[in-house]
């Protein structure tokens, strides 16, 4: 199923993309696309029903912003330089472990909300990454068969950066990955059923209408399952958590100099296979 949140910011509704492509609205049966909802299966059947019998109310798609797709999001976890050509692009090795970053949950916004540019940044990046969503609580799983059992859905990410925040400003990366707006997440959920091998995925990602990133899920140094089992040794996840699972090459930071980094008036598009596809304006803070 294709679940989405549409409406204004702060008061999305849950909602539904049929097979036809027409937009349904769930308010009816459940509150919301969150946690709960991918934790219950129960209910996910009775969404699953109501969605094949045709009879969801047919929502008007025209002029409708669509938000994230995931409300309530407890913990968004990053995983840094997962693929192959995105490591040797800004020459380095490949890690031997998963890195790790965490993004807040505060930087959520819809798939083609604008995104803002810091108020000092000369190096804000974009990143299209395939999200996960945990659909049942991980903890100490022994096997990436077990990772994969977890996952609720996969949604399309666009993991924005702000380049010398993250590495030139010390500390952690977390300083240019939270920044206002760096997360924007949608339009859909696509549930874990509809995808049954997550590393054969296409991403994309076009600027200014120039194609920058051509990638695959294939080149991911960790799959995703082994994502999610080597976290769970980490940190409990919960239903509703994300991860951002890393981006393929052609970011900005990897380009020789001047490298193309995004300026107020950008426009930035991205897809990944079956996850729909995005668009935001850049604009500055």
């Known amino acids: 199923m294709k679940l989405l949140r549409v409406g204004p910011v702060g008061s999305e509704r849950p909602a539904l993309l049929d097979r036809d492509g027409t937009l349904r609205d769930l308010s009816g049966l459940i509150t919301d696309v969150d946690g709960g909802l991918l934790a219950d299966d129960s209910v996910l059947t009775r969404v699953r029903d109501a969605a094949e019998s045709g009879e969801l109310p047919v929502l008007d798609a025209e002029g409708l912003r669509i938000g994230a797709p995931v409300g309530r999001i407890g913990k968004i976890v990053g995983i840094g330089l997962n693929y192959f050509g995105h490591a040797a692009e800004i020459g380095a090795e490949p890690p031997a472990e998963p890195i790790l970053f965490l993004k807040a949950a505060d930087t959520v916004v819809g798939p083609d909300d604008t995104v803002l540019i810091p108020r000092g940044s000369v190096k804000t990046d974009w990143e299209a990454e395939l999200g996960v969503v945990i659909g049942s609580t991980a903890r100490y799983l022994d096997s990436a068969v077990q990772g994969l059992a977890h996952v609720g859905g996969y949604v399309l990410v666009n993991d924005v950066s702000e380049r010398e925040f993250q ?59 082994e994502v999610v089992r080597y976290l769970s040794h980490f940190m409990t996840l919960y239903p509703g958590d994300v991860i951002v699972t890393g981006t393929p090459a052609g970011v900005a930071m990897g380009r020789p100099e001047p490298k193309p980094y995004l300026r107020a008036g950008d426009v930035v598009e991205l897809e990944i296979e079956g996850l729909g596809r995005q668009r935001q304006e850049f604009k500055g803070a």
């Not at 590495?167 to 924007?184: A, V, Y």
């Open 167 to 225: 590495i030139e400003r010390g500390g952690t990366w977390d300083k240019g990955k939270n920044c206002e707006t760096f997360t924007p997440i949608g339009p859909w959920l696509l549930t874990a059923d509809e995808v049954p091998n997550p590393q054969v995925l296409d991403v994309r990602l076009w600027v200014n209408g120039e194609l920058q990133q051509d990638g695959n899920t294939s080149d991911q140094i960790f799959p995703v399952g």
